[in-house]
């Protein structure tokens, strides 16, 4: 940590700084310039997160030198993390599609789902049977049926599961039938939730919230992380800004930013993000160029039928269609495609 | 619900979109400009947000009629909604100052504050036994001990405690204790919570989210409602943006548009919305001077020793020197501070 | 300057660093902690702004010290600046209110509502003669004719004139009738045209951009006042985020956090930040509450004929209304409201 | 457009705004539904877009049904614009990059990096002469010098020349050497400028604002080309929002939209993007997978001596290794690099 002292900071105020600094076991380094001094504060900068640092008299700002996140940073690990999914592992070399409905609706649907995403090279399930709606009156989900239809379809296709929890009440019964935890965006800093899918060690999919930093996103990784999990799988999702022609902006750049900062692998859900299913295509496409590990698309065997999120699922021939241009982009990127072999099989 | 189609739309494909949504029990109404059709579809728009319009065939955009929330509306109730805090209405003629400690962190802090905001005119008490942390690694409050400790500062000095809770599973725990819950920015779109709250009829005060636009804040604010508890008072409390001056962008306007579509009483949290001490007055005056039905205003006995957000809480100097220019504010905006008799007693 | 470096940076990398500062005339002072370096630069931070110090091979993260304004900063000068407007001064103790209809549309109209917002209260009249519209089939103003019925309604009724520049090569022929010539939001950082009026000596009204930081504005006014020109009245009037409801958010924090900043007055204008004409009096109420020093608001005979900003404007009964109850506000800040013996009288 | 009226609309105000409405020459359409009454407007909507509809008593909102844009629009022209840049073309089968320093520093690093950028396969020399800066005391470019140096190597190379022109003043010196014009996203909305460029049929390279929408971005063009110059390349650059991990949000999803909405070709510029060398090449490859026309990138001999932009140039060989891997990703994007042959040659 960095202080900037104001202009015109007293003697007894740079002592009392240091003296506060220097209590907690941190030594302080101090630089008098012409018209400001630094206090530089050697150690371990968390014990400071603690401290009103502002508000102490003679403080102008407060530089964070350290990143608040250990366990999820690269420094904590220099190789990559891979996280087991199923026969897979996202986060090594070949890029890995998770695909399925938005919301599970029934068996039908959800096996010929499961099959023909399969068949087309996806190697794991996506199907939501918790749903978080932004209004009351909207569609919420089958609940534990939908979570007895996603294992069964799994065991009939061998695809693994991932499915959201929005409760910790439910992170049990959820953790019972699906093979990856998913942490949807506006849960992102539910913190109870983040501790209780830490306490297990069933794989975490992390999307990022709407208002969250990269800094923010890896936080939340961290509370997962400090409680013993360490399979967490970043997404990103779109963030919130003024732009309307989409549902969201992608933050395209966070995907190179965290393969920077962090071990953890790193997907991408062009479905949110662009929120129509004809950007799907291009956003899948440009989150392989820019390096993510994986992609997470809804597919829907009838769109303007599904009861969530019809406007950006694909269909079966969309599907197909992406996939196959998605190896030539994996290619491009240097990596494979899991499960290419399976489709062209 | 209003479809616009694409140029060149076919008859086929305006005869489908027609059967969909009159199928569903609305009408339509078909208008043809030169340009481009539009199909008007009334009855219950409800109905149609689960239908994902943009996935049929000619639609080329769809605009909202109706507003998403009803019993948040204005339409529901035409006259304001009054939450009783203790002896003191929000939402009625006066001005009601809730104010406290960020966190609770022991019996002596939280009983000279208490009794010195008090006799400066504040009505409630905040104060968070269980807090939401960016980082895994800070304070996260004393949890059931805070709230006793809020228990037996309410009975001594009269003051109704508000204080968060963050996890289904300690909704009834914390109701316990508090004579409002609170929900914090970071779970407002955390819809188990919500309707955890919505099971109870104790008056909820609902942050706004980083990312939550009015709209949202009030579909937030139904979940709640639509369990059957009407007790809800809204809180602005800054919106993330792309500037750095300030923790948070306070979104002052939010405040006389909600007071516009809603019946709901609003406060304003100047504390979090600034993020430093010097812009608690300020935000403090002018969320007044918009309309605002109160204030939460985070207040420390030695603000550099605060456990959490010590750069923001003001010390009990300011806050007497606040609450004396507050009065000025309220009486300009045409009504009293609820209180101000106490003070001046 | 502060140069946070690498985990792992090798001595020569320091070197290599430290003789690039020191090359260009400033000291450094370097702290080793455990985890990282420290390399504090002391002296003219200006001139390592044109250093692309993230490339230096080791580079980690840059801290500014320094404030990047020196002229707009409140180190240059203490006092507040107050700039002179007719009779009255920005940046004193009074609140002065400037209004007048979005554009010139005709001698009547502009003769009629400056009688009227003097008799109110106001003390400068507003007018745009070229205007900035998004759609470039949008009224553009009326140009010079606009301009020269600005200055005989100005020779009618004393109120000096604020009216917009848009092009470098107009500055003289607007400078040749306005009082204050106003730069708007979307040229706020056209910095060819700031210092074209930088050349001048007639105040200029600054328009914080919509994608502007507090520091950006600032820097546009360091633009005009490098020039020679320190007459500079900055003006809030929204910023560009996801929120829709209102037309811009109206960013009422950066109000007191430019008083803090800088010497130069500040006005705000909540006709352009609320985009309703229902949300301009509790916006320009919350503005002189947060310490504004003076208001911008639109006007026109007949708001819903205006050629331009008809949804935002005020008719003259409501102005009157405003400025009534304006007053109290101003009182409540400990302020006055300039030209209201003049409505009384 | 649609005008949805007040709850309680009177049958006074409904007749009124048809009046209004129909003096325009429009034609209306009213549909009575239980909760609301919409008004479609049938006819040249851009006539409408001067009226304040929502200043008229008892219109609640206002929904745009055709796009504000004509010339810009698929709707004007189906096929896709090619705007001629030198011998090739943007916007027709390949992919083209536009490569160059920041800034003009003088002859020798000019035609270095040119000979360079030329043999690793760039078509076009990018730098700048005249150079906007956030702060007035940063290096603001050579000038006419600089511009006499760009068609020195343009005559060396046969690179056509790429430069940013900033003053309406300077239209016409700056086209006496440039090739394409390129507006700068700080003056997207400066109107007298757009115009200026308008006039002539030199291509415009015109940058999206930091606030600016894909709505606002062909607003913008719409000026140029209604001065009658219809060679506008669009250029994404990034967004201003809360994310500060990287310098600009890249709004990679603007990509396909723009290829949606307009016939006008479409460029990245994943330097300004990312504001970091080591995210360019990600963003590059991403952009051209979303289906970009072309890439302008910086490229400088010796980043760290940059006289601006350092932080985000890449230099030679990190140059070549970007056009190396670009050709596959071109490729996989069903195009080719314009100039790969060259480099292969």
């Known amino acids: 940590m960095i202080i900037v002292t104001r202009k015109g900071v007293t003697q007894d105020q740079l002592d009392h700084i240091r003296e506060r600094v220097e209590a907690l076991g941190?030594?302080?380094?101090?630089?008098?310039?012409e018209h400001r001094t630094i206090i530089g504060c050697l150690g371990d900068e968390g014990i400071l997160q603690n401290i009103p640092l502002l508000s102490l008299p003679g403080v102008e700002t407060v530089h964070e030198v350290l990143k608040p996140y250990k366990l999820a940073s690269k420094d904590f690990a220099a190789d990559p993390t891979r996280v087991q999914l199923?026969?897979?592992?996202?986060?090594?070399?070949?890029?890995?599609?998770?695909?399925?409905?938005?919301?599970v609706e029934g068996r039908d649907m959800l096996g010929a789902t499961a099959r023909r995403v399969k068949q087309a090279g996806a190697r794991a399930l996506r199907g939501g049977a918790f749903k978080p709606r932004t209004s009351p009156y909207s569609f919420r989900g089958m609940g534990e049926d939908g979570l007895k239809l996603l294992a069964e379809v799994r065991?009939?296709?061998?695809?693994?599961?991932?499915?959201?929890?929005?409760?910790?009440?439910?992170?049990?019964?959820v953790a019972a039938y699906a093979d990856v935890l998913q942490i949807g965006a506006r849960n992102m800093q539910n913190y109870a939730l983040l501790m209780e899918v830490g306490r297990l060690r069933r794989p975490v999919l992390l999307k990022?919230?709407?208002?969250?930093?990269?800094?923010?996103?890896?936080?939340?990784?961290?509370?997962?992380?400090s409680q013993g999990n360490t399979n967490v799988i970043l997404c990103e999702r779109?963030?919130?800004?003024?732009?309307?022609?989409?549902?969201?902006?992608?933050?395209?750049?966070?995907?190179?930013?965290?393969?920077?900062?962090?071990?953890?692998?790193?997907?991408?859900?062009?479905?949110?993000?662009g929120g129509r299913r004809d950007l799907v295509a291009p956003l899948a496409f440009a989150a392989v160029a820019a390096g993510a590990d994986g992609l997470m698309i809804e597919?829907?065997?009838?769109?303007?039928?599904?009861?969530?999120?019809g406007d950006q699922s694909l269909d079966f021939a969309e599907f197909d269609s992406l996939m196959e241009q998605l190896g030539l982009f994996a290619h491009a990127a240097g990596r494979g495609l899991a499960g290419a072999e399976v489709a062209a099989g």
């Open 238 to 273: 779109g963030i919130r800004t003024f732009e309307t022609a989409t549902r969201n902006t992608f933050d395209l750049a966070a995907i190179p930013v965290l393969k920077r900062e962090t071990h953890l692998p790193v997907v991408a859900d062009p479905s949110h993000a």
């Open 155 to 173: 065991a009939e296709t061998g695809l693994p599961v991932v499915t959201e929890v929005m409760d910790t009440r439910e992170v049990d019964l």
């Open 26 to 33: 941190l030594r302080t380094h101090v630089s008098s310039g």
């Open 208 to 225: 990022r919230g709407m208002a969250a930093t990269v800094k923010d996103l890896l936080l939340a990784a961290e509370y997962v992380m």
């Open 86 to 103: 199923g026969a897979v592992e996202i986060g090594g070399a070949d890029v890995v599609v998770i695909a399925g409905p938005c919301s």
């Open 299 to 309: 597919v829907h065997p009838d769109p303007e039928t599904a009861t969530s999120d």
